[in-house]
């Protein structure tokens, strides 16, 4: 087996976004694209050499052949050792576990989240540091430098690692373990969650459906529901993992876990629903009648800490995406602990998490998790309900009457403008920074501004700060519109416009969403001109 040396140039588009790289799977697999990049985040880390990682994907098209790229790859450049899942799967939060257990100095995600997948799909790879969450933004922004100054990159030429079989191997110099993708993962749920509590409840009769969508946990929500906990067989359903994901879009929404929502708003609903993502680090929960939003989830779970074993001696602090709904700050209010706010993407929890400041975070884009580890968890969050439910024996939807009573409840939705042209994307978004500064005391669709800034954050812990995060609008009365442009698409911009209205009056908590944001609704596009800078008059996807 030869190192070999391969002459490359800098190929554009390489800048990792919201979460490591994403591209169309046919732009990954155009020659040296994988391989640049690859070659920039060993680079970008300060090289591989004598050092472990952990790799694991999501299954798509195109994962093990990436994964045996990277295994070769890292023995090129010196690594001592990589940890593999078996079939190169590994959830995204078992990735994050298998980094923090043991203690490797990083690990490489193959996987484009809940994007589709297929050779005319999307791919994605990602890089996590040591403390297992994904690499801050000055590694990412090292890794960036290095896809520009490329100029070679360093392969193994050797067959394929057998992953398929759990065990250690050899690769060059280099160890390969590849290791079972669940059981390190459910021995931590287990140290997290009574499983005798929720074991009683299944036994108990209670029924539940979790769609894996086609994606990475099936096999992690059929070894721990119907598995451990005794779940009836069928509980999980799309549990097969599939290059394409059953040519489905593995994103946990109503929009896309169509299937599941018809089933939970129908007769035939069992008691709770839950669905996860491609790279199983989203979640969405919904009770039988009843959705329950990431933003509620995610004061819900604040507000019932004392169901979990983990938590029941209190939380640190907790922690939301900019865009989330403050549904949490009221929680953190009540319970007397620091809630913070931080731009969207996961890795802004890091700090917090790392220095003890949050145990619980969340985002609006159905992402939940603690400082168990440095990613949002799927599953950990389906566990947390079934405590909550073990514990409380109501239902959902008698859990989030019962929350918004107590709390108010804040309204929200997401509407997605996707594939929307950049340069008109750009417009809208800095037509409406130029006004902001005159936007307070003006009124739009019966609502007056009260406040009106674009978001940047400082990081408590380590001082840095991050800018243009995107442009919030606050009303009078406690409504609020947030503008933002994702940093996950792969395709044009896609304008997201998150909706809030506050409401305490308890004749109104029950209201349809779309009646109690209908004003804010109006007014975002009063103020930002959507209809007219995109010529669309409804948004593509609604959360
Ligand atoms: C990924 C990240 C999340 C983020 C989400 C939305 O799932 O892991 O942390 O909230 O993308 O990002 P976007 O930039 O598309 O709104
Ligand atoms: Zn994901």
């Known amino acids: 087996m030869s190192i070999t040396t ?18 169309q799977t046919r732009t990954f697999m155009e020659p ?29 098209y195109f994962n093990e052949r990436a994964a045996q790229v990277v295994l070769r790859m890292a023995a090129a450049n010196g690594a001592a050792k990589v940890i593999a899942g078996q079939g190169a799967l590994l959830s995204t939060p078992a990735a994050s576990n298998l980094i923090r257990k043991r203690g490797t100095d990083g690990g490489i995600i193959l996987s484009a989240s809940h994007n589709p997948g297929g050779q005319d799909g999307d791919f994605g790879v990602k890089f996590n540091s040591n403390n297992g969450g994904p690499a801050a933004e000055d590694i990412t922004g090292r890794i ?5 100054a490329i100029s070679e990159y360093r392969i193994l030429e050797a067959h394929d690692v057998d992953l398929s079989t759990v065990g250690v191997t050899t690769l060059g110099d280099m160890e390969v373990e590849v290791v079972d993708p669940v059981a390190d993962y459910q021995a931590l749920m287990e140290d997290l969650f009574d499983f005798d509590a929720l074991r009683a409840l299944f036994s108990d009769g209670f029924s539940m459906r979790f769609d894996a969508m086609h994606a990475v946990t099936g096999p992690y929500a059929t070894a721990i529901l119907e598995g451990a906990l005794g779940a009836a067989p069928g509980t999980v359903i799309n549990g097969v993992p599939s290059p394409d994901f059953g040519g ?20 035939e609903a069992p008691d709770f629903g839950a669905a996860s993502d491609g790279d199983g680090d989203r979640n969405m929960i919904v009770g039988r009648g009843a959705y329950v939003t990431p933003s509620d989830s995610l004061a819900v779970l604040a507000a019932n800490y004392a169901c979990v074993p ?11 995406s900019m865009p989330t709904s403050r549904a949490v700050d009221r929680v953190a209010e009540k319970l007397g602990i620091d809630c913070y706010e931080t731009p969207t993407g996961w890795k802004f929890f890091g700090n917090l998490l790392d220095a003890g400041k949050a145990t619980l975070c969340g985002e609006e884009s159905a992402g939940t998790g603690s400082d168990h580890v440095r990613e949002k968890d799927g599953v950990w969050a389906v566990l947390y309900w079934l405590s909550i439910l073990a514990k409380t024996r109501k239902s959902v939807a008698e859990l989030l009457l019962a929350h918004w009573q107590s709390f108010g409840r804040n309204f929200y939705s997401r509407h997605d403008y996707e594939d929307v042209a950049t ?57 609020r519109a947030v503008f933002r442009l994702s940093g996950t698409g792969t395709q044009g911009a896609t304008l997201r416009v998150y909706l809030e209205n506050y409401e305490t009056d308890p004749t109104r908590l029950a209201l349809a969403p779309e009646e109690a944001l209908a004003s804010v609704i109006r007014a975002a596009d009063a103020l930002a001109g959507i209809a007219k800078h995109t010529g669309r008059d409804a948004p593509d996807v609604t959360t």
């Open 144 to 148: 960036y430098e290095a896809t520009k």
């Open 6 to 23: 391969i002459q490359t140039q800098p190929i554009d588009g390489q800048k990792p976004g919201t979460s490591g790289l994403r591209k």
């Open 32 to 60: 040296h694209f994988l391989e640049n990049f690859v070659q920039s985040i060993f680079d970008g880390i300060g090289g591989a050499g004598g050092k472990t990682f952990v790799l694991g994907g999501d299954g798509r």
């Open 310 to 320: 983990a938590y029941e001696q209190g939380l640190a602090g907790v922690a939301r």
């Open 248 to 267: 489905g879009h593995p994103d946990p929404n109503p929009t896309w876990a169509k299937e599941l929502m018809d089933l939970m708003m129908g007769p």
């Open 423 to 479: 340069d008109k994307a750009n417009a809208l978004m800095d037509g409406l920074r130029s006004q902001l500064g005159d936007l307070p005391g003006q009124r739009f669709a019966g609502l007056t501004v009260a406040e009106a800034d674009e978001f940047a954050y400082d990081d408590p812990v380590d001082g840095s700060r991050s800018e243009a995060q995107g442009l919030r609008i606050g009303f009078e009365g406690g409504a």
